[in-house]
């Protein structure tokens, strides 16, 4: 895919710092065996993904996030919590280490709320006591990549775009019986379709990608929650970068806290590149 016009260059550099990359979280068991018949519309199944985890209300969340480019492949992994009622969510994501397998950089903790991300630990000269917040909305991918780890919120929502998609069967995520979906998913239609805390950075990345077609594999539980979605994204960046986006749900129902940082302790300043 390809980006039009300028839109979040600035905010992409926090891309390139935080390493964007997607690795699956975890992987798939064997058959799970039972009724193995596809279900009579596997779109709409996966389409109301979205709406059964709001009545499920939270869950606990784990990223990973894959880059490949240039021969060279960075995988970031996040850890954290979601609530799908108030469209918050906090998650703890962890940098690669060097070459020497020795950590480079602190975990930066990311705050998910409506239209914004707030990031404590961010460096390039942002003060280790302060925090750096991002308009979502003037994200040109909305931050599905930006963050280096795929807002859960969003990859949830970004599924009542999903077209073309065929059952592929049943399976095992986590020790959960799943129905294992594959398709592709239209970033404008899912923004005309999310919730309104997502709709906004939705909305941004249809206009910021070159193609809105973004393929994916999802998981279903016999209750219909999702339990692992990766969705794959390619972009144009100083060259063409390939994403890998998981995202793991489970512990659904644990409470989520969300506590945002005082004005004072955002950073007002210039973020270096």
């Not at 784990?62 to 021969?71: H, I, K, L, W």
């Not at 390039?124 to 919120?153: C, E, F, I, S, Y």
């Amino acid at each position: 895919m390809r980006r039009r016009g300028r839109a979040g260059e600035a905010v992409l550099a926090v891309t390139v710092t935080v390493a964007v990359t997607v690795a699956a979280t975890s992987g798939c068991g064997s058959s799970a065996g039972g009724d193995d018949r596809p279900p009579e519309d596997p779109a709409a199944a996966v389409r109301g993904a979205a709406d059964v985890l709001d009545a499920t209300g939270s869950a606990r969340a784990r990223t990973a996030m894959e880059m490949a480019t240039g021969g060279t492949r960075v995988t970031i992994r996040g850890e954290g919590g979601v609530d799908f009622k108030s469209r918050m969510g906090q998650l703890l994501v962890m940098l690669p280490a060097d070459a020497t397998g020795k950590a480079e950089h602190r975990p930066i903790t990311e705050l998910l709320v409506p239209g914004a991300l707030y990031m404590k630990n961010r460096g390039a000269g942002v003060p280790d006591d302060k925090w750096v917040r991002v308009d979502t909305t003037t994200l040109a991918d909305g931050n599905l990549v930006t963050g280096g780890a795929t807002d859960p919120l969003a990859a949830v929502e970004l599924l009542r775009g999903a077209r073309d998609v065929t059952y592929v069967g049943k399976t095992e995520v986590a020790g959960a019986k799943v129905r294992h979906y594959r398709g592709t998913t239209d970033i404008g239609r899912a923004a005309r379709s999310a919730s309104p805390g997502v709709k906004g950075a939705l909305e941004a990345a249809a206009k910021g990608f070159g193609s809105d077609i973004v393929p994916f594999d999802a998981y279903l539980d016999e209750e219909g929650r999702l339990r692992k979605v990766r969705h794959r994204f390619s972009y144009v960046n100083n060259g063409v970068i390939d994403v890998s986006s998981t995202t793991l749900l489970y512990g659904f129902g644990t409470p989520v806290t969300v506590v945002l940082p005082a004005s004072r302790d955002i950073f007002a300043g210039k973020i270096a590149g």
